[in-house]
């Protein structure tokens, strides 16, 4: 691995994540719109896959601060612009499936992660609350999709008008 390359492990969760993601959102976002014979298909689908982003992003953390990152290729106001909407990723990519699940649970759904395993709910059934955590899950969901496309503008700043390596320590 070159020097300036993240480590694989860390490579291979971002991948993972951005798939993960990249196929999550659009199920959420297409809940309303389907047919009530599918729709808790959909449902199972996009609890099950959130439930697995949840897990890898706690994973990716704990990889993250064990093997770190690679030395920052640029310095100043782009750099710390970059670290802020990286952690602010890595929040929303926590807070947005923690607050799906917990919204689910207190809605009195349980997650039957891929109608396989039943997952234990911290809190049962708790309609008081439910609302917020579904807000929270939407509204994080909304800023999440701001995060990522801001994101794709740096990488494309760095790909095509910086032309540094940015890309390739991900890849």
Known sequence: ME?????PTLRLLHWLVATLVLSVWPLGFMIKFVRDEVKLDFYMLHESLGFIVLWLMLV??????????????TD???????????VLLYLFLIVMPLSG?????????????????PIWSPIGKAPE???VFSA????????????????IAGVIFHHVIRRDGTLYRIL
């Open 3 to 7: 020097a300036s390359a993240y480590a």
């Open 60 to 73: 990716r953390i704990g990889a993250r601060l064990t093997s770190g990152a690679p030395s920052a290729l």
């Open 76 to 86: 100043g106001i782009e750099h710390h612009v970059a670290n802020v909407v990286h």
């Open 101 to 117: 699940f917990l919204a689910t649970n207190a809605h009195g759904f349980p997650l039957h992660w891929f109608n396989l395993v």
């Open 129 to 131: 609350i439910a609302p």
């Open 136 to 151: 929270i899950h939407e509204w994080s969901s909304w800023i999440l999709l701001g995060l990522f496309a801001l994101h």
